[in-house]
């Protein structure tokens, strides 16, 4: 990231709403508890991810990685009365963490959160969601697609993080996650029920709606 690129995030960071006190008390606490904080959605991503919930205005979400609470907490700010944001989160410790910070927001009774691999939960949800959050292991991102498409109401939004993968997506890296997101992204791309949009926030977010 060039000089002038960092100045202009900094000035977008300085020009967006701050999050709540439990929000920047958990990032502080991920930073300072977990082995991989930067796998946290953070602050301006954390405030996008606010505001596409409150401007969707979701009944139910489903998100895939919890990792600390960080993301689901935002995503929860746009449930409308009575609605439900289910989260799954394949380790334990992260499991607790995130726990203990839904109660402190005071969002118990409008998250669920499930402990296992996505791939065996999904489908034992019996669920229609409105608003879908993608982010944990990439080389199973399109399972995870393949297992929620059907699940996600018509209109409703899939939202898929890291799609830029630090820039390696446009390099010669042959690693699997970089080639499972490239090929990813084009499926993402090619596929006809799909409207979809990849911005360069943070990591890459894609945003897709299900026509």
Not at 7 to 30: F, G
Not at 37 to 55: A, C, E, N, V
Not at 84 to 101: A, C, F, M, R, W
Request: aromatic content about 10%.
């Amino acid at each position: 990231m060039t000089k002038t690129q960092k100045s202009i995030q900094q000035y977008c960071q300085d020009h967006t709403s701050p999050p709540s006190l439990i929000l920047q008390d958990l990032e502080r606490q991920t930073y300072l508890k977990t082995l991989a904080p930067q796998m946290i959605s953070g602050y301006f991503q954390g405030r996008l991810l606010s505001m596409l919930s409150q401007m969707i205005r979701p009944k139910t979400i489903l998100e895939i990685g919890t990792f600390t609470g960080y993301s689901a907490i935002c995503l929860a700010e746009g449930l409308l009365p009575n609605g439900k944001l289910h989260t799954i989160e394949v380790n334990p410790e992260y499991h607790s963490l995130s726990q203990q910070y839904f109660v402190k927001a005071v969002l118990s009774n409008m998250i669920e959160q499930y402990l296992g691999d996505a791939l065996t939960i999904i489908p034992r949800l019996n669920l229609t969601f409105d608003l879908v959050f993608i982010d944990a292991s990439k080389v199973s991102y399109p399972l995870y697609f393949d297992l929620i498409f059907e699940k996600t109401s018509g209109g409703g939004y899939i939202l898929v993080d890291n799609m830029l993968w630090s820039g390696k997506v446009l390099e010669d890296d042959d690693d699997p996650e970089t080639n499972a997101l490239r090929n990813f992204a084009k499926k993402l791309q090619d596929d006809t029920r799909l409207e979809n949009i990849l911005l360069p926030i943070r990591d890459g977010l894609m945003i897709c709606r299900k026509t």
